[in-house]
Every structure is written in C-alpha cells, then in structure tokens.
C-alpha cells in the first residue's frame, strides 16, 4: 500500500512515525528537502503542494492520500479522487474547510452554532458595520497561525482590517477554548478524543499549554461532543478533524473552526490516549478498525518555542533537566534553524493529578529554551 502526505512539517513527521508499525510505503510532498518530514519517509518528492501538476503527478500512483495542513491544491485532488485514489479527507471537505467564508456558511447551513457574521470585501465594507462591533476579521484564505485574523472593537480600528474576500464575526467573550479530535471512516462510524482546553498566557495572549481531557461540566462535555460530532458527520468525509470550539461566558458552545487533519491540539495521544490521533488517521486511511481513544492518563503539552532574540543553528537549553523528570516525553521536529516564535517541538506530561501537569508545565517552559549557539 503507497500511502501519500501533502505537507511535510511536523504533522507529516509523526504520521509517518505511526506509520511505521504499519506495512506501508510512505510518500511525501514538501518544497523543502529539510523539513522535518523529509528523512523519514520511504520516497520524498520536492514541489509544491499548491501546484496542480506537482500534485497530481506526487499522487496518481498512490494508493490513498492524506494532507497535513490544507493550504494544497484542491483541483488536483478532485482529479486524483475521479481517478480512483483514495483521499481522505475528501477535497471536497478540504475546499469547504480551506475558506473561511465557505466554511462559516457550511456551519450556518447545517446548524452548526457558530458566531454571527458578515462577509467582506474590501477594508471600506468595515463601514457598513460598525453596529457589529466588537468583531473579529478573518481573511477567507491564505491566513494562518493567528495571521489573517484581526479583533476590531471599535470603528477607530477598521484600518487595522483586510482587503480582500474575508468574514467579520461576533467577538466571542471567550470564558475557555477546547479543541476535540473526531474520526470517521468509510463506514461512517465515528470516534472522538477527550476534549483538550488551551490554556493562555494572560499577558501575551499566547496559547501557554495544554491540558487534556479538558475540565467540563458534563452537560457541556454532551453538547461539545454533539457539536465536534456534527461537524464531521456534516462534511461527510472519512478522515481525521480538529473542531475548535469557544465556551463563552453565558456557558454557550461555539465552532470556531475546524481543520479536517491531524492537529497540534492532539500531539499528546502519542502517550496520554492508546491509539494516538496519528494512529487513527493511519487506520482510518486503510481501512482498519477504528481505535481506542480513551485516555491512558491525563496530559499537558508545552511547546518549544524559538526564544526571542535567536537566530541561527538551534541549541536546547535545559534538556537534560526536562528528560530527567518522570513521564515528561520530548519531541523535537528536527529542525536545524531557530527564529524567535518559531515551532521547533513540544513536550508532553502525563500526571493523574491536574495540580502535577500544570506545575511540570510551568517548570518546562522556564527550563527549556530554544536557542543558538
Ligand atoms: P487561526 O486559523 O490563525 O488559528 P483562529 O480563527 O483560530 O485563527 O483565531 C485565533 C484566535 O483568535 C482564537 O484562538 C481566539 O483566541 C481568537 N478568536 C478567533 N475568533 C474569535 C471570535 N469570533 N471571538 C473571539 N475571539 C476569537
């Protein structure tokens, strides 16, 4: 089976680790020969993965196709998938999901709650609403990493707006994020990981860990569930997604989006889960069994992030003393090159006692730093 990856970040890079307790040959398409996938796949092509050539060519001898992040090139999935190769998830989802225009109408058409909104043009649309206000701008495509998504709370700011097809949503007046990985596979039958809440750095407003399963009152684990479950069942896709969803403070559930791939919000159920969201992508894709998601024990993930004020070949301050602790498990995505801000790994925490992952975390992030020598 010649099993195929559109992305070869650190996503492709623990998919294909997964990957090799399977009886598969791996592919990937990347436009960089160091990316952190490259080196351990069997076959490694080099192009782009927004280019309709490359990707129908990469994919046309393949057995099934997957992606790891959704910035590819739709048009050539629809033909790979006329042709007969398995691509999940379906680019029909992915075209859905890469828009962010498309993809609120897809949560207001299925019912799927999610904030009100308006779509814009151009900047000068802002005008039309500052009634709206405060809201949040999103570009429809091309944004990503919190790029391409502007709060606008007053219409002194609209200048801070986007040019170009994008959605003005209701500010949300977030009390907690929580992100749930759902499966499904060609049966229809789903799965779903415990929920993870995102827990932020109140000064910088970055995410500062994770913990996982998130702590929810019981009737809004039910509603989330419902919602996450909704969400993939809509798109009528097998696959693997991340719905990410804000819990105001009324106690109302929202989507905020979804990404229809492994995600950064699951890395944990490597350890903390017995089959890891990798895992299940893997069988899903060849149509085995769906796994058990249930959780080992509960789990923090800290990332580790560039320092500020490094440039060049990274080196890991303090990783002896993070190996040395109990159940801390360190992944590193191999990159060479350190920039302030820049994804160089994360670690995971398993702990049965909340008050023990979030001081491990703590103790992480101040211990460990990526920097250059
Ligand atoms: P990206 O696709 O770049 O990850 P998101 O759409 O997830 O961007 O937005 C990034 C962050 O901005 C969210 O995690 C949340 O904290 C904030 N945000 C996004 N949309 C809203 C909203 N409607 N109301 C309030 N905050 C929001």
């Not at 990981?193 to 913990?211: G, H, K, R």
Request: overall charge negative.
């Amino acid at each position: 089976m010649n099993i195929g990856i559109l992305g070869g970040g650190q996503l492709g890079r623990m998919l294909l680790q997964a990957a090799a307790n399977y009886d598969v040959t791996t592919h990937v398409l990347e436009n960089d020969t160091n990316c952190p996938a490259a080196h351990l796949c069997h076959h490694f092509t080099l192009g782009n993965i927004q280019d309709y050539d490359t990707v129908y060519a990469f994919g046309k001898n393949l057995d099934a196709l997957t992606i790891e992040i959704e910035a590819v090139n739709v048009e050539a999935l629809e033909q790979l998938e006329k042709e007969g190769v398995k691509v999940y998830p379906t680019p029909a989802a992915i075209k859905i999901i890469k828009n962010k225009i498309l993809q609120k109408q897809f949560y207001q058409t299925n019912e799927i709650p999610t904030s009100a909104f308006h779509i814009t043009n151009m900047q000068t649309d802002l005008i039309m609403h500052v009634n709206f206000f405060p809201a949040v701008h999103k570009l429809g495509e091309g944004g990503y990493d919190g790029k391409g998504v502007q709060i606008i709370n007053t219409e002194h700011e609209i200048a801070l707006g986007f040019n170009g097809p994008s959605v003005l949503e209701q500010k949300v007046s977030i009390a907690k994020e929580i992100a749930l990985i759902v499966g499904m596979d060609a049966k229809g039958e789903t799965i779903i990981y415990p929920p993870a809440e995102m827990i932020f750095d109140p000064v910088y407003n970055l995410l500062d860990y994770q913990l996982s399963p998130a702590r929810l009152e019981q009737k809004q684990l039910w509603k989330a569930e419902a919602i996450a479950r909704k969400v993939v069942t809509s798109l009528q896709s097998p696959g693997l997604f991340a719905i990410e969803l804000f819990i105001d403070t009324a106690g109302d559930i929202w989507v905020n989006e979804t990404a229809p791939r492994v995600h950064n919000s699951g890395h944990h159920t490597i350890e903390a889960n017995y089959s890891s969201q990798y895992d299940m992508l893997l069988r899903i894709l060849l149509n085995y069994p769906l796994g058990n998601t249930s959780p080992i024990l509960p789990s923090a993930i800290v990332n580790i992030i560039g320092s500020e004020g490094y440039n060049g070949n990274v080196f890991y301050e303090g990783l002896d003393e993070v190996l040395g602790m109990e159940n801390v498990f360190v992944h590193l995505y191999g990159k060479k090159i350190t920039k302030p801000g820049r994804k160089m790994g994360h670690v995971t925490i398993i702990s049965s006692d909340y008050q023990d992952l979030t001081h491990k975390a703590n103790k992480i992030k101040h211990t460990l730093k990526a920097i250059a020598k």
